[in-house]
Each structure stands twice: as structure tokens, then as C-alpha cells.
């Protein structure tokens, strides 16, 4: 299934994605089903994740309604919010396609060599949902795309192995990883080592840099999330087309080595890497751009870009 969150005057709720439409899981059980407490499982995306198999099944005897019984759907015309509108961590690869690393001049090392670079964005304020703006921040000079998949995490857990990885995971989104390439933090400095990594990283951390979404696809409708397509169109105009297939790091890798680092937990995010097609600099988003980061199986993350 395709879950989403949408924006109630209650707060965010959960929904389900069908055919261009959003179902209110949690009223739509309520409607068929009033004597049980298996709705709170529904009232938003963590309390799904953390509800494990009954929050699916509630989830699916509500869709089964909605087919079943349509004078018992509720269906949603608010707007959508982020799949995960308030996850606890948001980690991003760097570096994870050998096409984005030789793009940018340096020498793609095998999976056997090296180890996936993992980082970090300040979720309250760089995710963004689908049609919400990417704002390009006054002192921004080269702000870039970056198509990736990103695994939403389905169960806590730490030092997880590959084997065992699809078991903690509930699906997966699109995430835009968007970056400032030259980013002007001063108008003079004495450099340091370790500045030019800093200002990499900190050019990741502006408002509005993580659009994710439009949805959650469950694990169950992909079996495979290391063989699919993944593209980015910037005003109609594809700038990146690969698959994830290519990644150096597959998924299962990826989980395994983060949850060395962390404990995971329901909806935490990772962010995969992104391929080539990003860094040129006679392609930066400018104000009134439209950028579209495409999945197969997931959906199109559209976000307008704005100057701020």
C-alpha cells in the first residue's frame, strides 16, 4: 500500500494513497468498526510503524471497506504532508553510485574497499512535503538536486545484520537531498583544515533542503528496493536517470552498517545516495524552477523552488 500524511485540523493523520485519492484509514475503520481499539494504530504514520503487523491488517480491513462499503470511506481533500512528518532521525549517504563520485572527479572505490559515509540533516527543518517549496537561502550561490531512495525504518533496532535488515524495514519514499555546493559562510577566512568539509556539510542543513515524499510505499509491493528507476526533471527536463541497482552500497548494506552507528527506530529514514547528473554548475536551481524527483513504485516528489 501508498501511505501518506495529510494535514487535519486535529493534526497529521494517516492516509492511504488510491487512485489519485487519500483515504482516512483511521475514520474509515471507525466507520465499519466501532468497538475496538485497533483506530489509535492508525492516528498517525509512527503509531502505524510502531503497531507493526495489527497496524497493517487495520490498515488494510480499512481499505477493504473503502472498496467493499464506499457510504463508509472517509476520503481526505487536505493537504499532504511529509510520509513521516515528525521522524526522529534523517540520515543521507554520500557518495553511494560510482557515476556521482567519477562525475565529480575522484575515483569510485569497490564495495570491498571502503565504507558507506553517513551524515545527518535537522529533520524538523529541512523536511519538506511534496509541493512545499525549496527555498534557496540568501547567501546560497550553487543550490543542486539530489534524486535518492530513502528506506523508512519499520522496527527499533541496533547492530542489525544484512540478512536480517528487510525485517525492520516498512518501505520506502523518494527524498530530494538538496544541497548548496558553495556555500559563502564568510567573506574572508583563514581556511583550516577541515573547512571545506564543513562547509560541504553545512550546506546540507538549510531550510527546506529534505523534501520527501510523496509517499510510503510499503516493503510488500517492493520486494526488490535495489532494482528500480530513479529520475530527476527540473523544469520538465530529465537531469538524472539510473537505477538503484547501481548503488554501492544496496540497501540491506546500508541498514546493517548505520545501525553500527545508531539505533534505528520507527520511521527514521536513510537516505541512499544519489547518481550522476548533479554538481554542474551551469544547471543550479534558481527561483521558479520546478524540481521532480521520480521513483518506480513510489511516485513523483514535486517541489516548486523559491528564492528566499
Same mark, same amino acid.
Given at each position: 500500500?501508498k501511505l501518506?500524511? !495529510?494535514?487535519s485540523?486535529?493534526?497529521? *493523520?494517516?492516509?492511504?494513497?488510491?487512485?489519485?485519492?487519500?483515504?482516512?484509514? @483511521?475514520?474509515?475503520?471507525?466507520?465499519?468498526?466501532?468497538?475496538?481499539a485497533?483506530?489509535?494504530?492508525?492516528?498517525?504514520?509512527?503509531?502505524?510503524?510502531?503497531?507493526g @503487523?495489527?497496524?497493517?491488517d487495520?490498515?488494510?480491513?480499512?481499505?477493504?471497506?473503502?472498496? &467493499?462499503?464506499? &457510504?463508509k470511506a472517509?476520503?481526505?481533500?487536505?493537504? +499532504?504532508?511529509? =510520509?513521516?512528518p515528525? =521522524?526522529?532521525k534523517?540520515l543521507l549517504l554520500?557518495g #553511494?553510485?560510482?557515476?556521482?563520485? &567519477?562525475?565529480?572527479?575522484?575515483?569510485? +572505490?569497490?564495495?570491498?574497499?571502503?565504507?558507506? $559515509?553517513?551524515?545527518m *540533516?535537522?529533520?524538523?527543518?529541512? %523536511?519538506?512535503?511534496?509541493?512545499?517549496?525549496?527555498?534557496?537561502p540568501? #547567501?546560497?550561490? !550553487?543550490?543542486?538536486?539530489e534524486? &535518492?531512495?530513502? %528506506?523508512?525504518?519499520? *522496527?527499533?533496532?541496533? !547492530?542489525?545484520?544484512?540478512?536480517?535488515?528487510y525485517?525492520?524495514?516498512?518501505?520506502?519514499t523518494a527524498?530530494?537531498?538538496?544541497?548548496? $555546493?558553495?556555500?559563502?559562510?564568510?567573506?574572508?577566512r583563514?581556511?583550516?583544515?577541515?573547512?571545506?568539509?564543513?562547509?560541504?556539510?553545512?550546506?546540507?542543513?538549510?531550510?527546506? !533542503?529534505? =523534501?520527501?515524499?510523496? /509517499?510510503?510505499?510499503t *516493503?510488500?509491493?517492493?520486494?526488490?528496493?535495489?532494482?528500480l $528507476?530513479?529520475? /530527476? $526533471?527540473?523544469?520538465?527536463?530529465?537531469?538524472?536517470?539510473?537505477?538503484?541497482?547501481?548503488m554501492?552500497? #544496496? /540497501?540491506?548494506?546500508?541498514?546493517?552498517?548505520?545501525?553500527?552507528l545508531?539505533?534505528?527506530?520507527?520511521?527514521?529514514?536513510?537516505?541512499t545516495?544519489?547518481?550522476a547528473?548533479?554538481g554542474?554548475?551551469?544547471?543550479?536551481?534558481?527561483?521558479?524552477?520546478?524540481v521532480?524527483?521520480?521513483?518506480?513504485?513510489?511516485?513523483?516528489?514535486? #517541489?516548486?523552488?523559491?528564492?528566499?
Amino acid at each position: 500500500m501508498k501511505l501518506v500524511s !495529510f494535514r487535519s485540523s486535529d493534526g497529521p *493523520k494517516l492516509g492511504a494513497s488510491i487512485d489519485d485519492k487519500v483515504l482516512d484509514l @483511521q475514520a474509515t475503520y471507525q466507520a465499519a468498526v466501532t468497538d475496538d481499539a485497533l483506530p489509535a494504530l492508525l492516528s498517525g504514520m509512527i503509531a502505524f510503524l510502531e503497531g507493526g @503487523q495489527r497496524a497493517f491488517d487495520a490498515a488494510t480491513h480499512a481499505i477493504n471497506v473503502a472498496a &467493499e462499503n464506499p &457510504e463508509k470511506a472517509v476520503w481526505s481533500t487536505d493537504p +499532504l504532508l511529509s =510520509p513521516i512528518p515528525n =521522524p526522529k532521525k534523517l540520515l543521507l549517504l554520500a557518495g #553511494n553510485y560510482a557515476s556521482h563520485i &567519477e562525475e565529480g572527479g575522484e575515483v569510485a +572505490l569497490s564495495r570491498s574497499e571502503t565504507t558507506p $559515509r553517513v551524515f545527518m *540533516k535537522p529533520p524538523t527543518t529541512t %523536511i519538506v512535503a511534496t509541493e512545499e517549496p525549496i527555498i534557496i537561502p540568501p #547567501n546560497g550561490v !550553487f543550490t543542486d538536486w539530489e534524486a &535518492e531512495i530513502g %528506506i523508512v525504518m519499520g *522496527k527499533r533496532g541496533k !547492530f542489525i545484520s544484512a540478512d536480517e535488515a528487510y525485517d525492520y524495514v516498512a518501505g520506502y519514499t523518494a527524498v530530494n537531498d538538496v544541497s548548496e $555546493r558553495e556555500l559563502k559562510v564568510k567573506d574572508s577566512r583563514v581556511d583550516r583544515d577541515g573547512d571545506e568539509w564543513f562547509d560541504w556539510l553545512n550546506g546540507k542543513w538549510f531550510d527546506t !533542503f529534505a =523534501p520527501v515524499g510523496p /509517499c510510503l510505499t510499503t *516493503k510488500d509491493e517492493i520486494p526488490d528496493p535495489n532494482s528500480l $528507476r530513479i529520475a /530527476c $526533471r527540473v523544469n520538465g527536463e530529465t537531469k538524472q536517470d539510473a537505477n538503484t541497482g547501481h548503488m554501492i552500497f #544496496n /540497501c540491506a548494506q546500508i541498514v546493517e552498517f548505520t545501525s553500527t552507528l545508531v539505533t534505528l527506530e520507527p520511521g527514521d529514514i536513510i537516505s541512499t545516495g544519489t547518481p550522476a547528473g548533479v554538481g554542474h554548475p551551469d544547471q543550479k536551481l534558481v527561483d521558479g524552477d520546478v524540481v521532480e524527483v521520480e521513483i518506480e513504485k513510489i511516485g513523483v516528489l514535486r #517541489n516548486p523552488v523559491v528564492q528566499g
